[in-house]
């Protein structure tokens, strides 16, 4: 599972708990996932390529579906407008014009167009777009002061209010539902949701039990927008608003480098862009991982997982096989974008044989 091409660490049991929970919450949708992706439909149709027009990626359409549930007249408790819940300095600042009645929050286009360079100017000052979804939701100062105060840039390590620390696997819960429905099925039978009692409660009880779970800052405070399920406060957005004019001032860009590959290995043969096909290449040299050592020549064969609105492929290795012994090895490798170091690679117009693709191990 991926956010935005960075990888979900569903190893760690935190984070495989707070996935739950949020597709547990999100279980009664289930049942009317196909008239919610059909009322969807023509929203994702003006923000898509919007986002993929600022080089934002597509994971983050689902970002105005919980915010506001496409309502376009949606306000929160702390005063945030429209589809993508814009604050009104924030808005302004992003070019949009709110004046009386014509308030440019509650149009689609020019709504999502602020939301990309808004998104945009986040991951130059923060440099991960996991990151940016939790300032978009907490405030950009937030974020950097948790991330100073805790010393790295881990999202899923990050001490956050309650709203924050849950604010991206409510995203990541509406992508599986809308992507793998099928596979939550059950839930949607009172099967997770009958045994769950209050599955965030009993989360929440058994976070603090192991000591992952830091009660003692403030909560946030407010309503949701209306009585929405999808609804979500935003109190501390005054607090994103009033560092907004400083760091506009700044030109500071998160350099992203050249990253190195694990592996290197060239295509042998294509399969369809499409998930669940199989792909196979071979290894440009010799490489070892974890105990196994390969050579080049040796083909690594891989599956589609995803391919997004902007043609961005997730190619992921399940095995490597010898040459020479034809010996069997599984492992886990992730096409990579060497230029960000991200999951996720751009396919050529044409797809040719010895098209050569970085690879990190997982």
Known sequence: MHFSGEMVPTEQAAVSLKLAVALAGNGGYLKHVNSLKQRSQPYFAVIEPILAKHNVPNDFKFIPLIESNWKADAVSSAGAVGYWQFMDETARDMGLKIDGPNDERKDLRKSTEAAARYIKFLHK?????????????????????????????????????????????????????????????????????????????????????MGWLNDTEPELTGS???????????????VMDSVLVRLLSENTKVSSGEFAADVTARLLKAGKPKVGERWSFKLTQDVTIAEDEFKAGDVLYALVDDVDARGIVYLRATKLVSSV?????????????????????????????????SWKVQ
Request: a positive charge.
């Open 224 to 238: 949701p927008v209306g009585n929405d399920p999808f609804a979500t406060t935003r109190s501390e957005a005054v």
């Open 325 to 357: 012994s034809k010996a069997v090895v599984p492992v886990t490798l992730l096409a990579m974008n060497p230029n960000t170091g991200l999951a996720g690679i751009t396919l050529p117009k044409t797809v040719k044989a010895d098209w050569e693709v």
């Open 125 to 209: 000052k923060l440099g991960s777009w996991t990151l940016v979804a939790a300032a978009y939701n907490g405030g950009i100062g937030m974020i950097e002061n948790k991330v100073r105060r805790a010393g790295h840039r881990d999202y899923y390590a990050l001490t956050l209010n309650e709203e924050t620390g849950y604010y991206l696997y409510r995203a990541l819960a509406m992508k599986e539902l809308f992507n793998r429905a099928n596979y939550y099925a059950g839930m949607a039978d009172g099967g997770l949701l009958a045994s769950a009692g209050n599955p965030y409660e009993q989360e929440r009880a058994q976070a603090r039990r």
